[in-house]
């Protein structure tokens, strides 16, 4: 009881030390949020115009908005990758770290959300998708499967996140039975969660470069690669600012992870290639696009292309450094993250309508509009996982706690 009654207390000053900084964290916060200020303009002017002031169309429905929402879902994998050698293998190291992958997942499946959001084009009217209110199509619609495993994975990173947190404010030991179920249940449910974006695309017919059997292992072991890389570089940024975390073990570790993880993407990349070129049917027409071009259509060559390069590169690069060499393994993981980025946005969702099911090929590439709303989620994202950060380190290193009856 008197835990629930200090809940309010630590609402308010968990929202005070959250927002209060020095120079540079202001600076980084009034930068966060003109980016996001832009975004929510640009995003004004699609409302009130239609999607037709994007260079999205009619025979290319999916671009910048839905790669990035695919991207996202595997970054939320970050709080998984800490939490299976935490709490599965016991790796004592991770234990302390487990958080920000944890804060790490709520910030970016927040950001995932606006992009189904801005993606909509008429948000308004995705009041159909609430159960018992509008036809939410449950267990037929993918899509309604998608609303579901999202919505459970935030909500489960949610309580682990402020459990832990509240624990520690009031300097506890949290209760097994009140922060396991919930541990597990995300390590499970994030599995579920890449599965079924994965089973989004390749479950419609009409689209045959996303009818692959391998779509939904790539879609796990790029989410894994992608989480862990971005779970590097924001542990030695946040060792920077603070040393309430010890962050090498952990930093370790997943670079283990990381190094098995880009053999696999790389293995699996190249076993959905040699498929589709070595059939040689039909169906490889949006593969041809996607690598050659096509009729002298030519646009995503260049991406797909850079991706695989970066991919490679920071393979060499891992496997020729050890864990002392920060910066190239930071170079390595950076490079992971744009070729991610490229491989389940742009370089996955576009071919599937070029060309399109009439044969017609109607290119696309996101306008200035797409990209300033793109920036405006993302630097939302970052605004929650800064303030997430913040609040944590706060609580660790024993500035914030509760006081002693």
């Given at each position: 009881?008197?835990a629930?009654?200090?809940?309010p207390?630590?609402?308010?000053?968990?929202?005070g030390?959250?927002?209060?900084?020095?120079?540079?964290f202001i600076?980084?916060m009034t930068?966060?949020?003109?980016?996001?200020l832009?975004?929510?303009?640009?995003?004004?002017?699609?409302?009130s115009?239609g999607?037709?002031?994007?260079?999205?169309?009619?025979?290319?429905s999916?671009?910048l908005?839905?790669?990035?929402?695919?991207?996202?879902?595997?970054?939320?994998a970050?709080?998984?990758t800490?939490?299976?050698?935490?709490?599965i293998f016991?790796d004592?190291?991770?234990?302390d770290?487990?958080i920000?992958g944890q804060?790490?997942a709520?910030?970016v499946?927040?950001?995932s959300l606006?992009?189904?959001t801005?993606d909509?084009?008429?948000?308004e009217?995705?009041?159909h998708?609430?159960?018992?209110?509008?036809?939410f199509?449950w267990p037929?619609?993918?899509?309604s499967?998608?609303?579901?495993?999202l919505?459970v994975?935030l909500g489960?990173?949610l309580?682990?996140?402020?459990?832990l947190?509240y624990?520690?404010y009031l300097g506890?030991?949290p209760?097994?039975r009140?922060?396991?179920?919930f541990?597990?249940g995300?390590?499970?449910?994030?599995f579920?969660?890449?599965?079924?974006a994965?089973?989004?695309?390749c479950?419609l017919?009409?689209r045959?470069?996303?009818?692959?059997?391998?779509?939904?292992p790539?879609f796990v072991?790029?989410a894994f690669?992608?989480g862990a890389?971005?779970m590097?570089?924001s542990?030695q940024?946040?060792s920077?600012?603070?040393d309430t975390?010890?962050?090498k073990?952990?930093?370790s570790?997943?670079l283990k992870?990381?190094?098995?993880t880009?053999l696999?993407?790389?293995?699996?990349?190249a076993?959905?290639?040699?498929?589709?070129?070595?059939?040689?049917t039909?169906h490889a027409?949006?593969?041809?696009?996607?690598f050659?071009?096509?009729?002298?259509h030519?646009?995503?060559?260049?991406?797909?292309?850079?991706?695989l390069?970066?991919?490679?590169?920071?393979?060499?690069?891992?496997f020729t450094?050890?864990?002392?060499h920060l910066?190239?393994?930071?170079?390595?993981?950076?490079?992971?993250?744009?070729?991610i980025?490229?491989?389940?946005?742009m370089a996955?969702?576009?071919?599937?309508?070029?060309p399109d099911?009439?044969?017609?090929?109607v290119e696309y590439l996101?306008n200035?509009?797409?990209?300033?709303?793109?920036?405006?989620?993302l630097?939302?994202?970052?605004m929650v996982?800064?303030?997430?950060?913040?609040?944590?380190?706060?609580i660790?290193s024993?500035?914030?706690r509760?006081?002693k009856p």
């Amino acid at each position: 009881m008197s835990a629930l009654l200090n809940y309010p207390r630590f609402l308010w000053k968990a929202l005070g030390v959250a927002t209060d900084g020095g120079i540079p964290f202001i600076t980084w916060m009034t930068a966060l949020t003109a980016i996001a200020l832009v975004g929510i303009n640009a995003w004004a002017h699609q409302l009130s115009g239609g999607m037709a002031l994007t260079a999205l169309n009619d025979h290319v429905s999916w671009g910048l908005y839905v790669g990035n929402f695919s991207y996202g879902v595997g970054l939320a994998a970050g709080a998984v990758t800490m939490m299976l050698p935490a709490y599965i293998f016991h790796d004592d190291d991770m234990h302390d770290v487990v958080i920000v992958g944890q804060i790490l997942a709520v910030a970016v499946i927040i950001g995932s959300l606006i992009f189904v959001t801005v993606d909509i084009g008429r948000p308004e009217q995705s009041w159909h998708l609430i159960p018992y209110i509008g036809r939410f199509n449950w267990p037929v619609s993918m899509l309604s499967w998608d609303v579901v495993v999202l919505s459970v994975y935030l909500g489960l990173n949610l309580h682990a996140t402020g459990y832990l947190l509240y624990m520690r404010y009031l300097g506890r030991k949290p209760e097994k039975r009140w922060i396991l179920p919930f541990i597990f249940g995300s390590i499970v449910w994030a599995f579920s969660l890449h599965t079924v974006a994965a089973f989004l695309y390749c479950g419609l017919g009409g689209r045959p470069i996303w009818n692959s059997a391998v779509l939904a292992p790539r879609f796990v072991v790029s989410a894994f690669l992608s989480g862990a890389a971005i779970m590097v570089i924001s542990l030695q940024i946040l060792s920077r600012f603070t040393d309430t975390f010890e962050v090498k073990g952990a930093i370790s570790t997943l670079l283990k992870i990381v190094r098995v993880t880009i053999l696999l993407n790389l293995f699996l990349v190249a076993a959905e290639v040699f498929t589709e070129f070595y059939t040689g049917t039909t169906h490889a027409v949006s593969a041809q696009y996607l690598f050659f071009g096509l009729h002298g259509h030519n646009a995503l060559v260049p991406w797909i292309w850079s991706a695989l390069a970066m991919e490679v590169v920071a393979a060499l690069i891992l496997f020729t450094s050890d864990d002392t060499h920060l910066l190239r393994l930071d170079i390595a993981c950076a490079l992971i993250l744009v070729a991610i980025w490229i491989e389940k946005g742009m370089a996955m969702v576009v071919p599937g309508f070029v060309p399109d099911t009439l044969h017609d090929i109607v290119e696309y590439l996101p306008n200035a509009l797409e990209w300033k709303v793109s920036a405006g989620v993302l630097a939302v994202v970052l605004m929650v996982f800064t303030l997430g950060l913040k609040l944590a380190s706060a609580i660790f290193s024993g500035e914030m706690r509760a006081e002693k009856p």
